[in-house]
């Protein structure tokens, strides 16, 4: 692996920059987490390069929370642009920017039946795992597996009940809020949405989602 030196003055500034502005949107702003998480992921960042000899558990640690988080607001696209340019730098080995950055994994088209809504929700519950084992401290993505999980089986039953549906709904309302940008959760939004109309319920779709 390449020397630190040289290569991290200008990742450097690049993260102490960061630094600063996730300090200045919660300080200006609030706390949630998608910007607390941005503070000390922009932090583990700046202490990587100042390291003499950052292990490749350290990095793969690293990244991989970037990579569990890099679209969720703009400042997180700057902060994983950089880092993962930053990482290829150093010698790391990383995936290619195109599977990297790619949101292939959750994209669908509009759904029209029970089919698509399943292999949706199969594909979202890959990606949460994936999420989950990247960034293994943050409690976002236990949440939206549970909430995936929940949503499969009901689609998976053979009667639905009301009850449970609007359990589902209440759950995908309340937790909106925290998967701020978050690609794969906007489309676990859509998807259930989406399966609540094909079951005759659009009445619990909130109007802010109609």
């Keep these: 692996m390449d020397s630190f030196l040289g290569q991290g003055l200008e990742a450097r500034e690049h993260a102490e920059k960061l630094v600063k502005y996730f300090e200045m949107i ?30 490749s558990v350290e990095l793969s640690a690293f990244i991989g929370v970037v990579h569990a988080n890099w679209d969720r607001s703009s400042g997180w696209w700057d902060l994983a642009g950089g880092a993962y340019h930053w990482v290829r730098k150093i010698g790391f ?11 292939e994994d959750v994209l669908f088209p509009v759904d029209r039946d029970k089919a698509a809504l399943l292999a949706r929700a199969h594909r979202l519950l890959n990606t949460f795992e994936v999420y989950r084992s990247e960034d293994p401290t943050s409690e976002l993505w236990p949440i939206a597996l549970n909430i995936v999980r929940r949503w499969l089986r009901l689609m998976d039953a053979e009667e639905v009940v009301l009850a449970e549906i609007s359990e589902l709904a209440e759950s995908v309302t ?9 690609i794969a959760w906007i489309h676990t939004e859509h998807g259930v949405w989406s399966w609540c ?11 802010s989602r109609r």
């Design 174 to 182: 309340k937790n909106s809020g925290q998967f701020i940008m978050s």
């Design 93 to 103: 080995t990383v995936a290619p920017p195109e599977v990297f950055f790619s949101h």
């Design 197 to 207: 109309k094909t079951v005759g319920h659009s009445e619990l779709i909130p109007d």
């Design 26 to 55: 919660i300080g200006k702003y609030n706390d949630l987490e998608v910007w607390q998480k941005g503070l000390t992921t922009a932090q583990e960042w700046l202490r990587l390069i100042n390291a003499a000899n950052a292990s």
